[in-house]
């Protein structure tokens, strides 16, 4: 079964340092990945993906993520973080096909991400 | 615009009583989901739905109860059965079970 990591439940960083959130992967087979941010009482929203395009992924809000195969990583970084920027993240990987044909994404258990003026 | 709408934004429910929480989408999605998330941890499924009258039951489906009767609907109600129904509920939607989601802005429960 597919599994994600997030390794640290927290991060703080000053603001206009680098941002590196960490997500480690288990798979067999080349995986479907995603990052997600949720800012306080709001839903998820898609900050970029991963479907074997690019190992390199460009999102939202000058967020990118580099997909390591031999790493099984797929670490989200941004150069200069911004107070905006402080949120939730959450890293997600497909699971699947299951039993019943269908597939699940299964949700990490999240980085909050502090931003320090 | 679209997207999912999620009502109300506060919910409160007495001991022993049923709620029912709204989520509508007008993507044109199939597969539509709820979730659960509780403070400091991460995202727990419910229940979920890969096309119309038709759902499966996700990792805490104890307490809770779905219907799909449309595409756009995918109604939860918390059952009197949920003992620790305090909490925050999500609810989304993809294009198939193998997309990206998209979330609605939730539903925060609280029992009175």
């Known amino acids: 079964a597919q599994s994600v990591t997030q390794l640290g439940s927290h991060v703080s960083v000053s603001e206009g340092a680098l941002v590196l959130l960490r997500c480690n992967y288990s798979s067999s087979v080349p995986p479907y990945l995603f990052w997600y941010v949720q800012y306080p009482n709001q839903g998820l929203q898609l900050l970029l993906k991963?479907?074997?395009?690019?190992?390199l992924v460009k999102g939202i809000n000058g967020f990118e993520a580099e997909f390591k195969k031999s790493e099984t990583s797929f670490h989200l970084t941004k150069p200069s973080a911004h107070m905006s920027d402080a949120a939730e993240y959450f890293c997600?990987?497909?699971?699947?096909?299951?039993?019943?044909?269908?597939?699940?994404?299964?949700f990490g258990a999240g980085t909050r991400l502090f931003v320090k003026a | 615009d679209g997207g999912i709408t999620q009502s109300p934004k506060y919910l409160f429910r007495k001991e022993g009583q049923n709620v029912t929480l709204s989520c509508e989408q007008n993507?044109?999605?199939?597969?539509m989901y709820w979730y659960r998330q509780d403070p400091g941890q991460g995202l727990r499924l419910i229940y979920y739905s890969q096309i119309v009258n038709d759902f499966q039951k996700g990792d805490i489906a104890e307490g809770y109860s779905v219907s799909r009767e449309k595409k756009e609907s995918f109604p939860l109600t918390v059952t009197s059965a949920q003992k620790n129904p305090t909490a925050f509920y999500l609810c989304a939607s993809s294009i198939t079970d193998y997309q990206p989601q998209h979330f609605g802005d939730g539903t925060r429960l609280s029992i009175l």
């Open positions: 991963y479907t074997s395009a690019a190992t």
């Open positions: 993507l044109n999605h199939d597969a």
């Open positions: 997600a990987v497909i699971q699947g096909p299951l039993w019943s044909g269908g597939f699940k994404t299964i």
